[in-house]
């Protein structure tokens, strides 16, 4: 089993910057990939980014392209969101999400088989 744990969240200015992170533990030399979602209240988890745990391979959501930049760093077994020119569309529970398996599910929650319990963001105008 994989365990995440996200960190980072806060209340931002809109214009402002975040930095969320998620660490994994357990079966770390599992992970194939992992993502970033959101969700807010009344809606359905939103995909928002995701990474390969070895390349570059990285997919965004077209909302948060050019503003957000997901990252990782192997050798802590974590990955990182960096989010920049926060609007207040972006508030939302923030989950870090992986996959121990190859799937064509990136967009969808159903590509993933662990989850952390999300961080809080919520943007100010």
């Known amino acids: 089993q994989v365990q995440l744990e996200e960190s980072g969240g806060g209340l931002v200015q809109a214009g402002g910057s975040l930095r969320l992170s998620c660490a994994a533990s357990g079966r770390t030399d599992s992970i194939h990939a992992m993502a970033w979602f959101r969700r807010t209240p009344g809606k359905d988890r939103e995909f928002v980014a995701f990474?390969?745990?070895?390349?570059?391979?990285?997919y965004y959501a077209d909302s948060v392209k050019g503003r957000f930049t997901i990252s990782r760093d192997n050798a802590k077994n974590t990955v990182y969101l960096q989010m920049n020119s926060l609007r207040p569309g972006d508030t939302a529970v923030y989950y870090c999400a992986t996959r121990t398996y190859y799937s064509r599910h990136i967009y969808e929650d159903v590509g993933y088989n662990y989850w952390g319990q999300g961080t809080q963001v919520t943007v100010s105008s």
């Open positions: 990474i390969k745990w070895s390349g570059e391979m990285t």
